[in-house]
């Protein structure tokens, strides 16, 4: 049930941005690799902004950033010794992982939060 809140919570903050013109209606920040080659992924209540990332083999650096109102986690599934964690609304961390070319599978280890959508697809190439 407390899913409401934060829809409502999320409602309020695209009636805020409506009209500011960004492409990414929820949030300030964009998904998706910039051209430095950094990965941002943006955590939601509960999701991740995008359903794929892509990254260059090598070593691969993220930027995480919470624009839900709950802890959230970034892990590449498979891969130890790697994983940010955001602990609320605004909230950042950033890291390197080395990865190999493939296709790898972003989650969030948070109990529950995988089962209820956030999981993404990261391709290196
Ligand atoms: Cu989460």
Same mark, same amino acid.
């Given at each position: 049930?407390?899913?409401?809140?934060?829809?409502?919570?999320a409602a309020g903050a695209l009636a805020l941005?409506?009209?500011?013109?960004?492409?990414?209606?929820?949030?300030?920040? $964009?998904?998706?690799?910039?051209?430095?080659?950094?990965?941002? =992924?943006v955590a939601e209540d509960v999701g991740f902004?995008?359903?794929?990332?892509?990254?260059?083999?090598?070593? =691969?650096?993220? $930027?995480?950033?919470?624009?839900?109102a709950i802890p959230h986690t970034l892990v590449?599934?498979? /891969?130890?010794?790697?994983?940010?964690? /955001?602990?609320?609304?605004?909230?950042?961390?950033?890291?390197?992982?080395?990865?190999?070319?493939?296709?790898?599978?972003?989650?969030?280890? /948070?109990?529950?939060? $995988?089962?209820?959508?956030?999981?993404? =697809?990261?391709?290196?190439?």
């Amino acid at each position: 049930m407390h899913r409401i809140p934060a829809l409502v919570a999320a409602a309020g903050a695209l009636a805020l941005l409506a009209g500011c013109g960004d492409d990414d209606a929820a949030s300030g920040v $964009e998904d998706g690799t910039r051209s430095d080659g950094t990965v941002v =992924v943006v955590a939601e209540d509960v999701g991740f902004g995008a359903d794929a990332y892509e990254a260059e083999a090598g070593t =691969v650096s993220f $930027e995480y950033v919470n624009e839900g109102a709950i802890p959230h986690t970034l892990v590449v599934e498979g /891969v130890d010794d790697f994983k940010l964690s /955001v602990g609320s609304r605004g909230d950042a961390d950033e890291g390197d992982v080395e990865l190999e070319a493939g296709s790898y599978q972003l989650i969030c280890d /948070v109990p529950g939060h $995988e089962q209820a959508g956030m999981v993404a =697809v990261l391709e290196v190439r």
